[in-house]
């Protein structure tokens, strides 16, 4: 009990990581419009549930980015600084660090490869459910961001290391409807109109209610 309380005690989040106003993160802007605008406006702190998925994320994240540091071909650079302004509305940025993202270079070619990790990887391919959505919009704005390079989604199973990968190019359509959620939620934090809770309404997002930290709040709103 002692070593865990420890652990835990340094993995949970004790400070708010409040960006600046009308900068935006790539890995949260395909969450619930309504998490994003709590998030913005009455944030709390995440929990140990977020904060173990946090941490398996960067623990493999780093260990697949070690072991192809050990391929002599190949260069390999991870952590980069990411920052695209919104391409008609000069209010917005979309910035950070791209934290699971690995860029391999060799001959002349670019691959970034986003490193996430799942449960039950090879159910979720036969089935369809991979790539995610919100995986294919972030890895396709690091590739907006790095023209001409090939984009890579590695999944990586908690549970055995198994692992699946799909090859991406750079989808315009894709980027701009990014762009239009940025300007959306941009829209609503200036206004303090809560967005729709598009978790609940859409299938394919309703998942994430049942890691929201907001959800006594959402229902209320509702």
């Given amino acids: ?6 652990i835990y005690k340094h993995i949970v989040d004790d400070e708010f990581k409040q960006p600046y106003e009308g900068e935006y993160w790539p890995s949260k802007i395909w969450n619930c419009l309504r998490k994003q605008y709590y998030d913005r406006t009455s944030p709390v702190l995440s929990g140990i549930d977020s904060a173990r998925f946090t941490v398996l994320g960067e623990a493999l994240h780093e260990l697949v980015a070690e072991i192809l540091k050990k391929e002599d071909s190949v260069k390999v650079t991870s952590e980069l600084p990411l920052r695209i ?3 008609t509305n000069h209010e917005i940025v979309i910035s950070g660090r791209a ?3 690995i860029v391999i270079e060799f001959t002349k070619e670019r691959y970034l490869v986003e490193v996430k990790s799942v449960d039950n990887l090879q159910h979720k391919v036969r089935n369809g459910y991979l ?5 294919r919009a972030q890895l396709n704005l690091y590739m907006k961001a790095f023209p001409k390079s090939k984009g890579v989604l590695l999944y990586v199973d908690r549970s055995n290391f198994e692992m699946e990968e799909f090859i991406l190019d750079f989808d315009e359509q894709l980027y701009l409807k990014t762009m239009e959620r940025a300007e959306l939620l941009h829209r609503a934090i200036k206004e303090r109109k809560v967005p729709e809770p ?3 309404l859409r299938d394919d997002m309703r998942w994430q209610c049942d890691f929201c930290l ?3 709040k959402c229902d209320k709103d509702s």
């Fill in 85 to 87: 302004p919104h391409p």
């Fill in 99 to 101: 934290d699971d993202l």
């Fill in 1 to 6: 009990m002692v070593v865990k309380e420890i």
């Fill in 214 to 216: 907001y959800r006594a």
């Fill in 131 to 135: 790539p995610r959505l919100e995986h």
């Fill in 198 to 200: 598009e978790a609940k």
